[in-house]
């Protein structure tokens, strides 16, 4: 199994950048696709982005396309979420998670995610 640690999170204003880590310890880093989630208050868990094993290819939501990055770092066996341009509506708590499912849109989906951080909080100010 795998431990995930998220950081990076905070309080920022409309229009600031974040930039969130997540490091795993544990097996072997590279037999996982890599994911973020994030929580708002009241809401249900909703994806933001993927990345496979070999971090060559991505995924996004529809609402942070364009302004969010994912990326990671094998040998530092860490996952980033670079974020921009950020809105209120991003404000939420969010999640790194890891998977052994195959690279395909089974990685939007939360519950084929295995493990999962603590969580950060993002909050946007207007």
Do not use: H
């Not at 341009?85 to 939360?110: H, I, Q």
């Amino acid at each position: 199994q795998v431990q995930l640690v998220e950081s990076g999170g905070g309080l920022v204003q409309a229009g600031g950048s974040l930039r969130l880590s997540c490091a795993a310890s544990g097996r072997t880093f590279t037999v996982y696709q890599m994911g973020w989630f994030r929580q708002a208050l009241g809401k249900e868990r909703e994806f933001v982005a993927a990345i496979s094993r070999s971090g060559g290819s991505a995924y996004y939501a529809d609402s942070v396309k364009g302004r969010f990055t994912i990326s990671r770092d094998n040998a530092k066996n860490t996952v980033y979420l670079q974020m921009n341009s950020l809105k209120p509506d991003d404000t939420a708590v969010y999640y790194c998670a890891a998977t052994t499912a195959p690279w395909d849109f089974v990685v939007l989906l939360t519950a084929k995610y295995d493990y999962w951080g603590q969580g950060t909080q993002v909050t946007v100010s207007s």
